[in-house]
């Protein structure tokens, strides 16, 4: 998923940077700040065992799938209303109820409702976030899987399975330029073609991991990993609003909609992070009450908290450094009135006295 802050393209020298610190007897690993997963996974498939954060419930599902979820989803009890699956392998079975599920009859569900030019052409605000046909299938498809749970026809595996599997999905055929704050006029192509639901990845593994929708500043009073890795938002931009279509589709709660995107009330998710105002209390409180070896916080040169801020709380806490590295910004954010086109990467650690 093309995520605001996504560390996809920073992992090698998050990897390096950590690697050059930590000693051999760490063996968990805490991504605090999870959004897409991207960090957790790859300390996972080094094998350790993770403790995945977020304050959003998208991100929670995603985590459940890619971090939580570690052996093969068999999807034993759905063969007694799918018998043609008792004949595919387990190993097989996660896409192949993918494509019972992608060739469903679509549904005029809250989604197309809400989200479609078609759904809401008779409305204030006319929405064209998704095709009418793709609206529907994802409402068709979130139904689905909730009936099916309701039912206990999957198991809490399988569902956060199927469930990550439609956002990502979802995501791909969207009518926007990179986030949900806005939707295009006309529909591009990749909006038009249509929605099929991929298997997200299984990284099968023999560790137990943790995942968490908490504020982060309230989980780190329960946790004691060996490593905590910090990435915060660096900006004003609230993940909330960036993501509520995702977070909809995700929670599928008919919330109350309001204005030209079809926010969802968010109070309960802003975050401290992207406000200036609070923004260092917050840090502050976050590494005093952190029990664990190491501390990395990924951050970059144009962020709220600055360098000296940064360096004043990790100094307190014990031993601190950093290590730099240039970074593409993100696309969405190049034509922003920003001075420089690249920005520059920090990776700040602290060995905890
Ligand atoms: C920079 S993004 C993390 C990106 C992630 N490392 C990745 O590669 O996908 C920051 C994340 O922090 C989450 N977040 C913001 N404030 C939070 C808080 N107080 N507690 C927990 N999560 C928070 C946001 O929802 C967002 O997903």
């Not at 409402?139 to 198991?155: G, M, P, S």
């Amino acid at each position: 998923m093309n995520y605001i802050g996504s560390k996809l393209s920073l992992l090698k020298f998050i990897d390096e940077s950590i690697s050059k610190v930590v000693d051999t007897d760490c063996h968990t690993f805490c991504d605090l700040f999870a959004g897409t997963g991207a960090v957790g996974r790859h300390f996972k498939e080094k094998g350790y065992s993770i403790i995945a954060n977020d304050m959003q419930y998208y991100s929670f599902v995603l985590n459940k799938q890619y971090i939580a979820n570690h052996r093969p989803l068999a999807f034993s009890k759905l063969t007694t209303i799918l018998p043609s699956l008792k004949k595919v392998k387990i190993s097989e079975r996660s896409q192949a109820v993918c494509e019972y599920l992608t060739n469903i009859t679509g549904k005029k569900g809250f989604i197309y409702k809400n989200y479609s030019s078609e759904g809401t052409a008779k409305k204030t605000f006319v929405r064209n976030y998704f095709s009418s046909d793709n609206a529907q299938k994802c409402d068709a498809i979130r139904q689905q899987i909730e009936t099916w749970r309701n039912k206990k026809l999957i198991t809490e595996n399988e569902y956060y399975f199927l469930l990550a599997s439609l956002i990502e999905s979802v995501d791909k055929s969207a009518n926007t330029a990179s986030v949900y704050g806005a939707f295009l006029k006309k529909l591009k192509q990749s909006a038009l073609r249509p929605l099929i639901l991929r298997p997200a990845n299984l990284l099968i593994n023999e560790q137990e991991h943790q995942v968490f929708q908490e504020d982060a500043n309230m989980l780190i009073k329960h946790i004691r990993p060996d490593i905590l890795y910090l990435d915060p938002p660096y900006n004003t931009r609230q993940y909330a609003t960036n993501y509520h279509l995702l977070e909809t589709i995700a929670k599928y709660d008919n919330p109350k909609i309001y204005g030209k995107t079809g926010l969802r009330d968010y109070t309960d998710q802003k975050s401290s992070y992207c406000s200036r105002s609070t923004v260092k209390k917050a840090f502050a409180d976050l590494i005093k009450n952190a029990k664990t070896k190491y501390i990395f916080l990924s951050y970059n040169n144009e962020g709220l908290l600055s360098l000296a801020d940064i360096k004043e709380i990790f100094e307190q806490k014990g031993t601190y450094g950093y290590f730099t590295q240039t970074y593409n910004r993100f696309k969405a954010d190049r034509n922003r009135d920003y001075k420089a086109s690249n920005t520059t990467e920090y990776i700040h650690y602290c060995i905890c006295k």
